[in-house]
C-alpha cells in the first residue's frame, strides 16, 4: 500500500458523459501527478499540481481538467468522453517538488467508456 | 524532451534463470533514473531509483540495475528469478529541479516466468 487513495476504483459510462476522478496523496505530500495508461500510448503524464497550483502540464486533452483543493486532494474531470478515453488512470504524489523525490502510486481508476 | 525506450516487450524465462532487462534514455542533462513493476492488475510499485552516487543501485525483491552514463542506459538485472516476479516492468526517467519531475515512462517490458 502505498498511501495514495484513489476513487473509484472502476467506472462505467457513456460517450458524451462527463466523469470526476478523485485522489487522495499520502500523508504530507504536496505533489500530486496524474497519468493515464492505455493500451496504444502506454503510460503518459498527463499533468502536476504542487500545493494547490498547477506546476506542469503534459499531453492532456482541452477536454480533461483538473485541481488541486486546499486540504491537498485532487480531482481529474473527464468530460465530453469518447471511446479512447478508456484507460487506466493513476495518480502519484511526491513530498515536495523541486528537486529528486520518487513518486507513489494510487491504485488507479479504470474508466470504461461505452 | 525526454524519451525512454525498452527494446525488449516480451521476455520468457524459467525460474532460476538470470535477467537482464534493457532501458536507455534520451535527455541532455542531470537525469533521476526509476525501474517499476506492475503486477497483474496492480498499480506501479517501485523497485529502485538512481538519483546520484554509486552508479549501481540496489532494489526491492533481489533487483540492481547499473547505471551507465556514456551509454544513456539503466539496465536492470536479477541473477535468479522466480515465479512471482511475472509482471510488467517500466523503466522511468525525469529530471531533478522545479516543473521537471513529470516521468516519462518507456513502452514497459512484460516478464513471464515458467515454473
Known amino acids: 500500500d502505498s498511501g495514495v487513495t484513489q476513487t473509484p476504483k472502476h467506472l462505467i459510462t457513456a460517450t458524451g458523459q462527463r466523469v470526476t476522478l478523485r485522489c487522495s496523496p499520502r500523508?504530507?505530500?504536496?505533489?500530486v501527478y496524474w497519468y493515464q495508461q492505455s493500451l496504444d500510448q502506454g503510460l503518459q503524464f498527463l499533468i502536476q499540481y504542487y500545493n494547490g497550483e498547477e506546476r506542469a502540464k503534459g499531453n492532456i486533452l482541452e477536454r480533461f481538467s483538473a485541481q488541486q483543493f486546499p486540504d491537498l486532494h485532487s480531482e481529474l474531470n473527464l468530460s465530453s468522453l469518447e471511446l479512447g478515453d478508456s484507460a487506466l488512470y493513476f495518480c502519484a504524489s511526491s513530498p515536495q517538488t523541486g528537486g529528486s523525490y520518487e513518486q507513489y502510486f494510487g491504485p488507479g481508476t479504470r474508466l470504461t467508456v461505452t | 524532451a525526454q524519451s525512454v525506450s525498452q527494446h525488449n516487450h516480451h521476455v520468457i524465462l524459467s525460474e532460476a534463470a538470470s535477467l537482464e532487462l534493457g532501458c536507455n534514455y534520451s535527455?541532455?542533462?542531470?537525469?533521476?533514473l526509476f525501474w517499476y513493476v506492475q503486477y497483474p492488475g496492480q498499480h506501479l510499485q517501485l523497485l529502485l531509483k538512481?538519483?546520484?552516487?554509486?552508479?549501481l543501485v540496489k532494489g526491492i525483491k533481489g533487483f540492481e540495475a547499473e547505471f551507465i552514463k556514456s551509454k544513456f542506459s539503466f539496465n536492470l538485472r536479477k541473477p535468479s528469478v522466480q515465479w512471482s516476479d511475472t509482471a510488467e516492468y517500466f523503466c522511468?526517467?525525469?529530471?531533478?529541479?522545479?516543473?521537471?519531475?513529470?516521468?516519462?515512462f518507456g513502452t514497459g517490458t512484460r516478464l513471464t516466468i515458467i515454473p
Open positions: 535527455y541532455g542533462g542531470t537525469v533521476n
Open positions: 538512481y538519483f546520484s552516487g554509486d552508479p
Open positions: 500523508s504530507g505530500d504536496l505533489s
Open positions: 522511468a526517467v525525469n529530471a531533478p529541479g522545479f516543473g521537471n519531475e513529470k516521468l516519462t
